[in-house]
């Protein structure tokens, strides 16, 4: 029973264009969510954070949002860029279950020059 | 600022044996979180230390233990290895446990690539 789902396994997009990474989650205690991204042969790299007291982040080129009533988070993307091509992982924790985050199985963004 | 460093970075088994992968994170960081990564699964959380002790601990067999040294310095065992425990071990550290805002980021090492044969 997936917790966390990215139903997209892979997505591409065209270099200056957006990026939108979605992410689901069914544990309506999940109240802090991180965005990771992922290079082959290194470890997560973490990207952005929201809390559930937000409905938006925004960080340079990446804004995440949260919609709670839908238990939907999407990441974007803008402009991409050929070195946002990575995987990424949406993570989500209660605040009860202190450092147990649940990732989702990833999304493979390809960014095309 | 050193980040987490994890070694070894590859290794490879055989079924039966065990194994131990250590873990040093981001001095100051007093919490230590590992995970597994398989082919086409999320990262699988394992368990997390915080002050030596493991405040949390995720589905896996008891095959699977750690522990957290004085230093925060933490290692991870598998024992009796099955060719199923072939994965991507990443280890994570944090700052302190949660907050008032929730848990806090983790920071990941480059992870330990196990090879059971």
């Known amino acids: 029973d997936q917790q966390v789902k990215q139903n997209s396994p892979s997505l591409s997009v065209q270099e200056g264009r957006i990026s939108i990474l979605n992410c689901d989650y069914t544990n309506s205690m999940f109240d802090y969510f991180l965005w990771y991204k992922k290079y082959p042969a290194e470890g997560p790299t973490f990207l952005i954070s929201i809390s559930s007291i937000k409905d938006k982040n925004e960080d340079g080129r990446f804004t995440v949002f949260l919609n709670k009533s839908a238990k939907h988070l999407s990441l974007h993307i803008v402009p991409s860029q050929p070195g946002d091509s990575a995987v990424y992982f949406c993570?989500?924790?209660?605040?009860?279950?202190?450092?147990?985050?649940?990732f989702g199985p990833g999304t493979r963004l390809s960014v095309l020059p | 600022k050193a980040g987490v460093t994890q070694t070894p970075r590859y290794l490879i088994k055989t079924r039966g044996q065990q194994v131990t992968l250590s873990c040093s994170p981001i001095s100051g960081h007093r919490s230590v979180s590992w995970y597994q990564q398989t082919p086409g699964q999320g990262l699988q959380f394992l368990f997390e230390?915080?002050?030596?002790?493991?405040?949390n601990k995720g589905n896996f067999p008891g095959r699977f233990s750690g522990r957290q040294f004085s230093n925060s310095r933490s290692e991870m065992n598998v024992s009796t290895l099955e060719l199923g425990d072939s994965a991507l071990y990443l280890c994570a550290s944090s700052v302190a446990g949660t907050s008032l805002l929730g848990a806090n980021v983790l920071t990941f090492g480059a992870g330990s690539r196990l090879t059971v044969l």
């Open positions: 993570a989500a924790s209660a605040r009860t279950d202190g450092q147990n985050f649940v």
């Open positions: 230390y915080f002050s030596e002790t493991q405040r």
